[in-house]
């Protein structure tokens, strides 16, 4: 039996954590062990590094769940195999450190679930989005229903599980399913570019944005401002957050600039 290390490589590179889904005889398609693997080496990021980038290994970043393991699950087993996908896929949204996905081939199914847990979403141009689950008589169960319904709106995830489509990388960018489309084979080298810059920032502010932020959406407005007001403060008070601000304040650090043309 392939141990976790076989089902999802890992490599530290500087201040980012590489990680590789590695069935790509199956598109990577997720089993309860590949779960816990992710997990695992999620947690294995989070103590090591400051941001990490998932990718697949192979042609396709993943296509869902390992039909195979789920249609001979007892119910209960298939309630507490999806809330264990919560809870791994929840140490990715919420954890200590951003991820970016980097996508290339299919993002089908738990895929695209696993690939909205993460921070930024990175998809080469012929990449592919789709929900297949109307089609094989079942439903999501890796948080899609939450987060992916939060990214691109409940009709259009409702079109896709209800027709089956395939959506594109720039019709999901657009959809605000993808941050950025790349060329082909490109992916992975933008998602650590990406992942490196975010590790610059300072450690707390990227907590607060991948804790605050999704909490803040679920609060009244009101609520959120209040909750906006204690985070903003408690960021301010932090000695890095001092030391960067003094060194903007001393003219040491640059000023943003306009995007290029």
């Not at 947690?43 to 970043?61: D, L, M, N, S, W």
Request: charged letters at 25%; proline letters at 3%; aromatic letters at 6%.
């Amino acid at each position: 039996m392939s141990d976790a290390s076989d089902l999802v490589r890992y490599e530290l590179r500087g201040e980012v954590a590489i990680l590789g889904l590695n069935r790509p005889d199956k598109r990577n398609a997720i089993s309860d062990r590949f779960v816990e693997a992710i997990a695992e080496a999620v947690a294995r990021a989070t103590r090591e590094a400051r941001a990490g980038v998932i990718h697949g290994h192979g042609k396709h970043f993943c296509a869902g769940l390992d039909l195979s393991e789920h249609s001979q699950k007892p119910l209960f087993e298939a309630v507490l195999g999806s809330r264990r996908w919560h809870s791994a896929f929840d140490s990715i949204e919420r954890g200590r450190i951003p991820f970016v996905s980097a996508i290339s081939g299919a993002a089908v199914g738990g895929g695209f679930e696993l690939a909205a847990s993460t921070h930024i979403r990175v998809a080469e141009d012929g990449a592919f989005f789709a929900l297949p689950e109307g089609q094989r008589g079942i439903f999501v169960g890796g948080g899609g229903s939450v987060r992916i319904a939060r990214l691109i709106g409940p009709a259009r995830m409702g079109d896709m599980m209800l027709t089956g489509r395939s959506v594109s990388a720039t019709e999901m960018e657009r959809w605000g399913g993808v941050s950025y489309v790349v060329e082909p084979g490109k992916a992975l080298e933008r998602g650590i570019e990406i992942a490196a810059r975010m590790a610059q920032n300072a450690e707390f502010t990227n907590y607060a944005v991948i804790n605050a932020l999704p909490r803040i959406a679920d609060m009244s407005s009101e609520d959120g401002l209040f909750a906006e007001s204690m985070v903003a403060s408690l960021a301010t008070m932090t000695p890095e957050a001092q030391e960067r601000l003094r060194d903007f304040l001393e003219k040491r650090a640059e000023k943003v600039k306009a995007p290029d043309a």
